[in-house]
């Protein structure tokens, strides 16, 4: 079974309105970290977002937030006001067990391309 | 700047052939990861290390061969037994194994690697 999946392919979204980017995952462990990374053309990974497992309330960074819901295993990103610069991949990541263990290790989900409209 | 740094930015390798991949980091970052990415896929882990003169198998560890004889270095091999490697390889690193609280991964620019 996939850990971390993310279901939408590609996606557009126009400049200055909301978009959510959908993630859910499979973990048994009580304590894990979920991460958010964009990746532009150029290749490399930028970290945006942080949700611990334990955390009581969604994370925001910006123009970023995540909508965590434990219950149903999901932590969707919902970026804000959409700009030009926006347009990249997205990835859902998610880090096993508690903080140090297993490496801290990172599995991947497939991704999400956004392509933001002028 | 501190930062992560791979080369070379594209390698053309025919097969048969070994090539070596160069991540250099000056963060003071113990652990260090090497993730493959395919066209338009997700990253694959592919070898970590936690500390000096140690690492990992990832999910993906066949055919690449890697060293950690220094904190700031961590080349990746990719051996003729590596079936199909034309991918995008790229370097991270965390702050520590114990320390903070997220302890996000840190990312190089990647290198494109091409079989002829």
């Known amino acids: 079974a996939q850990k971390i999946t993310q279901t939408q392919p590609g996606m557009f979204v126009q400049e200055k309105e909301a978009v959510t980017l959908d993630c859910t995952y499979d973990?048994?462990?009580?304590?894990?970290?979920l991460f958010w990374y964009k990746q532009p053309s150029s290749g490399e990974m930028i970290f945006l977002i942080y949700?611990?497992?334990?955390?009581?309330q969604n994370a925001t960074e910006g123009r970023y937030s995540l909508n965590f819901q434990k219950a149903r295993k999901s932590a969707n990103l919902v970026i804000s006001a959409s700009q030009l610069g926006d347009s990249a991949m997205y990835f859902c990541?998610?880090?096993?067990?508690?903080?140090?263990?297993?490496?801290?290790?990172?599995?991947f989900g497939g991704g999400t391309r956004v392509l933001v409209k002028p | 700047d501190g930062g992560i740094t791979q080369s070379p930015k594209y390698l053309f390798r025919k097969e048969g052939q070994n090539v070596t991949l160069s991540c250099e980091q000056n963060?003071?970052?113990?652990?260090m990861y090497w993730y493959r990415q395919d066209p338009g896929q997700g990253l694959r882990l592919i070898y970590y290390s936690q500390i000096v003169n140690d690492f990992q198998k990832g999910d993906i560890a066949e055919g690449y061969s890697v060293s950690r004889e220094k904190k700031e270095s961590f080349p990746l091999t990719v051996t003729s037994a590596q079936k199909n490697p034309t991918a995008f390889y790229l370097c991270?690193?965390?702050?520590?194994?114990?320390?903070?609280?997220?302890?996000?991964?840190?990312f190089g620019p990647g290198t494109r690697l091409t079989v002829l």
């Open positions: 991270a690193s965390s702050i520590d194994y114990w320390g903070g609280r997220i302890n996000e991964q840190f």
């Open positions: 949700q611990g497992s334990y955390d009581e």
């Open positions: 973990t048994s462990d009580q304590s894990y970290g």
């Open positions: 963060l003071n970052h113990d652990a």
């Open positions: 990541a998610m880090r096993e067990g508690r903080l140090g263990a297993a490496g801290n290790k990172l599995t």
